[in-house]
């Protein structure tokens, strides 16, 4: 009987083991103001508004949390519409905007290699939290907001990023140096004319989605399948 529970013990360990990394995920949160998110005309900061910057993405320390903030397109920096940019590597990312925000904006996401994108509309007073799950961890996958002018004034702001990791130590790893020299145009994303241009890109998605639950969870069905067959192994020699 000790022999068997023994190796009852030595089974479960060896299955929390194995199962272990697949459960091992760590948050990483990125502040409004890290120099990995990419703002589109280039954010201003209070020093460099002294010196003469100009630009519809401003910095707010309202309440003591730092923000950023737009109010659309200004004339002084040509009506550009303001976009922002970051590339990553991580299973979810979520974005939190503030309370102020109200502006209705066109969310997309693009995986590389693959160029599978989906793009939403969503106003933030709706969606003060953005929440995106099941993304392809292995991937790099490209963030684009892009603030859509309205009739009425309207403000859109973030305050966080967070995202979902295996490693939250290896930076490089989740945030990958980007691609374009530093000279060069962010990409651009423009909003879809309609959302039957959108479908098919929508269900591309779905299918990385289900395709990644359903993946973990057959790899840890085969776990501890693996671990029922060991330990019947042994408690038969055991008895």
């Known amino acids: 009987m000790p022999d068997s529970l023994s190796w009852l013990g030595l089974v479960l360990l060896s299955c929390g083991i194995l199962t272990l990394p697949a459960f091992a995920q760590q948050s990483v949160v990125l502040s409004s103001t890290n120099p990995d998110i990419i703002y589109n005309p280039p954010l201003c900061t209070p020093s460099s508004v002294i010196t003469g910057c100009v630009s519809p993405w401003q910095i707010s320390n309202e309440s003591g949390t730092t923000v950023v903030f737009t109010n659309g397109p200004i004339p002084e920096a040509g009506d550009v519409i303001p976009q922002m940019f970051l590339s990553f590597r991580a299973s979810n990312l979520s974005l939190q905007t503030t309370s102020l925000s109200n502006a209705t904006i066109n969310f997309t996401l693009t995986a590389e290699p693959t160029d599978i994108s989906?793009?939403?509309e969503l106003n933030t007073t709706i969606f003060p939290l953005i929440v995106v799950a099941n993304l392809p961890e292995t991937q790099t996958t490209t963030l684009g907001i892009t603030f859509l002018p309205g009739d009425l004034p309207a403000r859109f702001d973030v305050e966080s990023i967070t995202?979902?990791?295996a490693n939250a130590s290896a930076t490089s790893s989740f945030l990958p140096s980007p691609s374009l020299p530093v000279s060069s145009s962010p990409p651009t994303f423009n909003p879809l004319p309609s959302a039957t241009q959108s479908s098919s890109s929508?269900?591309?998605?779905?299918?990385?989605?289900?395709?990644?639950?359903?993946?973990?969870?057959?790899g840890v069905l085969l776990i501890a399948v693996a671990c029922l067959v060991v330990?019947?192994?042994y408690r038969r020699r055991g008895s």
């Open 118 to 120: 989906i793009t939403a």
């Open 163 to 165: 995202l979902v990791v």
């Open 202 to 218: 929508n269900t591309d998605e779905t299918g990385i989605i289900i395709g990644a639950t359903l993946g973990s969870v057959f």
């Open 231 to 233: 330990y019947r192994k």
